[in-house]
């Protein structure tokens, strides 16, 4: 094991310091942690266990939203926005500041460097978490991982415009657009029952600025699977570089358990299997195979 992945699977207990609600059923959590600040980067994520016991066993992994920072701009710790679906997620919703839980990371890759134009985020369910740090650091408006500095923004090129294409089922679970808007990125919702944005798919308000001849210098998704393989056939069409991040169920975090796989197309046409959690999560939606059921 090299030397990256051995810190990375090096597990500390640190202290929450916020567990606050935002929307239905989902939690900004902030934990104190000086030395996962300074190095995690947008696209990068965390697993988390609940509490320093052994139930649940293993972490869950969650997206870096944020870093936070203290009035002088140093790092102080790190948040993740979580929406409760089951054991691990309900555990979490209770823990108070102050409770320790177990958290390694930073893990996986990054996204690449800011697009010299515009770029538009599409997101579903809890699949916006990773774009706000993405587009603050793609805005110029903020640093992260070894470029983070207290000292004002970091250089450029950035992108002109982000934009955030954001899909829920329903307006009360829609979570964060305040720190989106905050971190000026543009947010356009859509929801399953019209009660906010666009009455449908996330994907139509691509569509829509597709046909009308946007076209944004990248596109990058998160969510459901079946909104991904929607994004990655709209974008093929109007031929838009687009990345994904990809939501895998993963045990261990670290490429040791091979419970994240999905089937990646290599550079010789042939397709593999390859660990999400440390060849991704970010993925050319170009190469990512889904099958049609
Ligand atoms: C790289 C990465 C980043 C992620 N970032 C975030 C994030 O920022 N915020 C967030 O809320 N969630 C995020 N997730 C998903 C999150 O990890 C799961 O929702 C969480 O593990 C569920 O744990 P649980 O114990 O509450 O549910 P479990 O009890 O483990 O599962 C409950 C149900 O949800 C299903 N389920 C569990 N995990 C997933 C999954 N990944 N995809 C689809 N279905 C699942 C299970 O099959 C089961 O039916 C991310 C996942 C990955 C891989
Ligand atoms: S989660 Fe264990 S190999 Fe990816």
Same mark, same amino acid.
């Given at each position: 094991?090299?030397?990256?992945?051995?810190?990375?699977?090096?597990?500390?207990?640190?202290?929450?310091?916020?567990?606050?609600?935002?929307?239905?059923?989902?939690?900004?959590?902030?934990?104190?942690?000086?030395?996962?600040?300074?190095?995690?980067?947008?696209?990068?994520?965390?697993?988390?266990?609940?509490?320093?016991?052994?139930?649940?066993?293993?972490?869950?992994?969650?997206?870096?939203?944020?870093?936070?920072?203290?009035?002088?701009?140093?790092?102080?710790?790190?948040?993740?926005?979580?929406?409760?679906?089951?054991?691990?997620?309900?555990?979490?919703?209770?823990?108070?500041?102050?409770?320790?839980?177990?958290?390694?990371?930073?893990?996986? %890759?990054?996204?690449?460097?800011?697009?010299?134009?515009?770029?538009?985020?599409?997101?579903?369910?809890?699949?916006?978490?990773?774009?706000?740090?993405?587009?603050?650091?793609?805005?110029?408006?903020?640093?992260?991982?070894?470029?983070?500095?207290?000292?004002?923004?970091?250089?450029?090129?950035?992108?002109?415009?982000?934009?955030?294409?954001?899909?829920?089922?329903?307006?009360?679970?829609?979570?964060?657009?305040?720190?989106?808007? &905050?971190?000026?990125?543009?947010?356009?919702?859509?929801?399953?029952?019209?009660?906010?944005? %666009?009455?449908?798919?996330?994907? *139509?308000?691509?569509?829509?600025?597709?046909? &009308?001849?946007?076209?944004?210098?990248?596109?990058?998704?998160?969510?459901?699977?079946?909104?991904?393989?929607?994004?990655?056939?709209?974008?093929? &069409?109007?031929?838009?570089?687009?990345?994904?991040?990809?939501?895998? %169920?993963?045990?261990?975090?670290?490429?040791?358990?091979?419970?994240?796989?999905?089937?990646?197309?290599?550079?010789?046409?042939?397709? *593999?299997?390859?660990?999400?959690?440390?060849?991704?999560?970010?993925?050319?939606?170009?190469?990512?195979?889904?099958?049609?059921?």
């Amino acid at each position: 094991m090299d030397a990256v992945a051995r810190s990375c699977v090096a597990q500390r207990t640190v202290t929450v310091l916020e567990n606050v609600a935002i929307a239905r059923d989902t939690f900004r959590l902030r934990l104190e942690d000086p030395e996962m600040a300074r190095s995690i980067v947008p696209g990068q994520f965390v697993m988390v266990r609940p509490g320093p016991g052994t139930d649940p066993l293993l972490g869950r992994p969650f997206a870096l939203y944020d870093v936070a920072r203290d009035a002088s701009g140093a790092a102080l710790g790190f948040d993740v926005v979580y929406l409760v679906i089951g054991r691990g997620t309900a555990a979490l919703a209770g823990r108070r500041p102050g409770d320790r839980v177990v958290v390694w990371g930073p893990l996986g %890759h990054g996204f690449g460097p800011p697009p010299g134009r515009s770029a538009v985020f599409v997101a579903g369910g809890i699949g916006q978490t990773p774009f706000l740090a993405l587009g603050r650091w793609w805005l110029g408006r903020a640093s992260y991982g070894a470029g983070l500095s207290p000292s004002g923004p970091p250089a450029g090129p950035f992108a002109t415009s982000a934009t955030l294409l954001y899909g829920v089922r329903t307006a009360a679970l829609a979570a964060g657009v305040e720190d989106f808007e &905050r971190a000026g990125i543009a947010v356009e919702l859509a929801t399953d029952d019209g009660s906010a944005g %666009h009455r449908g798919f996330v994907t *139509d308000l691509l569509a829509r600025r597709l046909d &009308r001849g946007e076209r944004p210098a990248k596109v990058v998704g998160c969510g459901p699977p079946a909104m991904l393989a929607a994004l990655s056939r709209l974008v093929e &069409r109007f031929a838009v570089p687009c990345d994904l991040s990809l939501e895998n %169920h993963m045990a261990c975090g670290f490429g040791a358990c091979f419970s994240c796989v999905a089937p990646i197309r290599q550079p010789d046409g042939s397709v *593999d299997l390859r660990r999400v959690c440390v060849e991704g999560p970010i993925f050319n939606a170009a190469d990512v195979v889904w099958s049609r059921a």
